[in-house]
């Protein structure tokens, strides 16, 4: 029987697109066009979301009714959205898709940013050279108010006070905190930082409402103390003390309530950080005779610095912006005032919107240094990794 060779069935073989196509982003008018659009018709859907269902806002409508169709609205519908576009996206040619996909997602939440961010700030800040009705432009005349005018200085000087006592505090009790935590077994280790995160869960006014009860102050002769400090202290024998009325130290009594909230999660992000430590690293400086104190001020410290400073910068940020904890529990009387309290009760009880907006700038200014240092320090990351 001859042989027969089986016939070699040849592949079809699919032209391949060169590589460059899709790693060279495609440009020209029309690619401009669509990225431009792409970005701006997320924001107008949502727009319109907002308008179809501007019975959100009505004090008649079911509550029932408006939860259900924000949910609907809000995380459904956005995404829907968002499912859409890139299916159109989808339908453009492949170097067309790859230039204005970024711009679906990106573009919206740029735009978004823009809006409520961008726009506001430069609003605040032409607000801060007009008068009290925004009317009228008055040049530096809010500026010159909150610098020499008492009460403007004495915020000025509470804030930074908190500024520089606050977040230090709080970074070295989180720290003396995550290195005796990191010392624990397991089990005695979660639960030391359960109890000591847990403040973070309440909220600014939760735990300034908690605290009211610790300095709670009664006359003498008007019944009994229910402050626990006032409890103790004439417990011991001494007469009730005016804990927030008692400058300046109720600064400092303020302070501790947020020291004591912050304190968790300094804890939390310095003792990732310390774990992060290479254990041959200190088994090298044990072996090389240090102590466990040099282990921790030569190596552990030096190792964490970076995380430090952005736990510090974050609180810092943190104490700018507080205003809770002043207006619940002094509203800001007895010299216990702060920039951010000053602002809003400018705006909000005094109807000045020119020193408002001027003690809006101010913290913006201050946190601006701030952002800069987060920058650097990250910078400085990315460049050694």
Do not use: H
Not at 55 to 66: E, G, H, R, T
Not at 128 to 150: C, H, K, M, P, W
């Amino acid at each position: 029987m001859a042989n027969v060779t089986p016939p070699i069935l040849e592949e079809s073989v699919t032209p391949q697109r060169p590589l460059e196509d899709f790693q060279k982003p495609a440009g020209g008018p029309l690619v401009l066009l669509l990225r431009f659009a792409v970005a701006l018709v997320i924001p107008a859907v949502i727009v319109v979301f907002f308008l179809a269902f501007s019975f959100l806002k009505s004090d008649d409508a079911n509550k029932l009714a408006q939860v259900g169709v924000a949910l609907v609205a809000g995380v459904l519908g956005v995404w829907v959205l968002y499912w859409a576009m890139d299916r159109v996206v989808d339908l453009l040619p492949g170097t067309a898709a790859a230039a204005v996909r970024p711009f679906v997602f990106v573009g919206p939440a740029m735009v978004l940013v823009t809006v409520y961010l961008v726009y506001p700030t430069v609003q605040t800040t032409i607000f801060s050279f007009q008068n009290a009705d925004s009317e009228g432009f008055v040049g530096l005349d809010n500026y010159v108010r909150i610098f020499t005018e008492s009460q403007y200085l004495v915020a000025i000087r509470n804030s930074l006070l908190w500024v520089l006592i606050v977040p230090a505090a709080a970074v070295i009790i989180g720290l003396a905190f995550a290195t005796l935590a990191d010392r624990l077994g397991k089990r005695s280790e979660s639960a030391a930082k359960s109890l000591i995160f847990l403040p973070m869960a309440i909220s600014f006014v939760g735990a300034s409402a908690v605290w009211v009860f610790m300095y709670s102050f009664r006359p003498e002769g008007f019944g009994e103390q229910i402050g626990l400090l006032n409890a103790v202290w004439t417990g011991l024998g001494g007469q009730p003390v005016d804990w927030l009325g008692s400058a300046p130290l109720n600064n400092l009594f303020l302070m501790v309530i947020l020291i004591w909230l912050q304190t968790g999660f300094c804890m939390v992000i310095l003792s990732s950080a310390i774990k992060s430590v290479p254990d041959d690293l200190l088994e090298a400086a044990r072996i090389d005779g240090a102590t466990e104190w040099q282990v921790f001020t030569r190596v552990t410290l030096p190792s964490v610095a970076s995380t430090i400073t952005v736990v510090w910068t974050t609180t810092v940020i943190t104490v700018w912006k507080v205003f809770d904890i002043v207006y619940v529990m002094t509203g800001g009387f007895d010299g216990t005032q702060v920039v951010a309290q000053q602002m809003v009760q400018e705006f909000f009880t005094n109807r000045n919107n020119g020193v408002g907006a001027a003690l809006a700038v101010l913290l913006f200014v201050a946190v601006i240094p701030v952002l800069i240092i987060n920058v650097k320090r990250f910078r400085e990351q990315e460049a050694m990794r």
